[in-house]
């Protein structure tokens, strides 16, 4: 079974944790740098303020070296985050940040990023080195609706479309591209040719005939030389694991929500969806909806960290909790106890809950064994 997060994500890692992405994309005399990073709540010191609120100050740091030590750029960013309360402060809740800038065209790049708390300690310190951009482009996934209105921004919500797009850019001359997918084992789905024009390109690949999965795209120049060997994945809302989607959205979904989702088809479906979504939104203002990424990111963890022999993590009694609930403020855990199997005790102290989660039979796969089953299904009724 294809691993959740690569059917209902397009792409990210496996196991979410502090990230940070470099891309260099080529331009006509120069090279544009894009910066992502995502870091946890967690990870950040809050300090109360004069009006009740809490606040953090990060700071990011950026240096770019030349192949021969030469500084080529080097800048710092000031943000601060203000929650409301002392318990909005211990959430596992995930900040994005995305920063573009300029470089001079070098062979090589050498990178230093570092993220840090102002009061103290380091959140990501990270050295990338970056060989320069070919004349083309490594492929950024993209929602073709915004490219057409100069939103290049790199999609980290899984595909719920029937279309991939893919932002490339061609420092080169016009040129005839071949282009071909294939799956994971290697096999050829789909192959055909593309002009690439100098500049900006899109390139729009349709889905609608692929399972959602994990997939390779490459792209060759007329001399039949590769020039990108590129991984994606999506998901989309058709397909046989739409069902298993739809299990997922049960822990937070109503009835009613649920059961438009399973009725609506074609537009009308990616109508609906896009609203339940829209109304979990806490900051509709913007393009990134929090709640969503946290949600799916749950899902993924749940999958990672609690599949056993006997059913996906998401489906597990642990991973529903954690899906529900977020991260216990603390695991007490029982792994050897000669007298009894194994288990954990989950405290939830802002919530005042407390799990016991137990492995019975010995495979892994952790049950509920306090409190009573029926307060688990409370849980999952309120939405």
Do not use: C
């Amino acid at each position: 079974m294809w691993p959740l997060i690569l059917i209902l994500l397009s792409f990210f890692p496996h196991a979410k944790k502090s990230e940070v992405s470099f891309y260099l994309i080529p331009r006509q005399d120069s090279v544009k740098a894009l910066l992502y990073l995502s870091y946890n709540a967690q990870d950040m010191i809050f300090k109360k303020t004069e009006v009740e609120s809490f606040e953090a100050s990060i700071e990011i740091d950026v240096e770019v070296f030349g192949k021969d030590g030469e500084l080529l750029y080097g800048n710092y960013w000031d943000y601060i985050y203000t929650v409301p309360s002392y318990k909005e402060t211990k959430k596992h809740v995930w900040y994005s940040k995305s920063i573009g800038f300029i470089l001079p065209r070098e062979d090589e790049y050498k990178v230093n990023i570092t993220v840090k708390n102002k009061r103290g300690g380091i959140i990501i310190e990270k050295k990338i080195k970056r060989k320069a951009p070919a004349l083309i482009s490594d492929p950024i996934p993209v929602n073709p609706e915004n490219y057409k209105k100069g939103i290049r921004k790199v999609e980290s919500i899984f595909i719920k479309d029937s279309i991939f797009g893919v932002y490339i850019y061609n420092n080169g001359e016009t040129d005839t591209f071949s282009l071909k997918i294939e799956d994971d084992r290697g096999k050829d789905l789909k192959e055909w040719r593309e002009v690439l024009e100098k500049g900006d390109n899109l390139l729009v690949i349709p889905i609608t005939e692929y399972e959602p999965g994990s997939y390779t795209l490459s792209v060759k120049n007329s001399e039949q030389r590769e020039l990108i060997f590129y991984k994606i994945g999506f998901g989309t809302l058709k397909g046989r694991y739409y069902k298993e989607i739809l299990a997922v959205l049960s822990y937070i979904a109503s009835y009613k929500e649920l059961d438009s989702l399973k009725k609506a088809q074609g537009k009308e479906l990616e109508r609906v969806w896009r609203n339940f979504w829209k109304r979990r939104d806490p900051t509709p203002e913007t393009p990134q909806n929090e709640f969503e990424e946290e949600f799916w990111r749950r899902v993924e963890y749940a999958d990672e960290h609690f599949s056993s022999g006997l059913k996906p993590g998401y489906k597990s009694d642990r991973g529903i909790v954690y899906i529900k609930l977020g991260p216990p403020d603390e695991i007490e855990r029982h792994p050897f106890d000669l007298e009894a199997p194994a288990y954990e005790i989950w405290y939830y102290y802002n919530l005042n809950y407390k799990f016991i989660f137990m492995d019975k039979k010995g495979v892994g796969d952790y049950e509920l064994v306090y409190p009573p089953r029926y307060i688990l299904d409370e849980l999952l009724r309120t939405r």
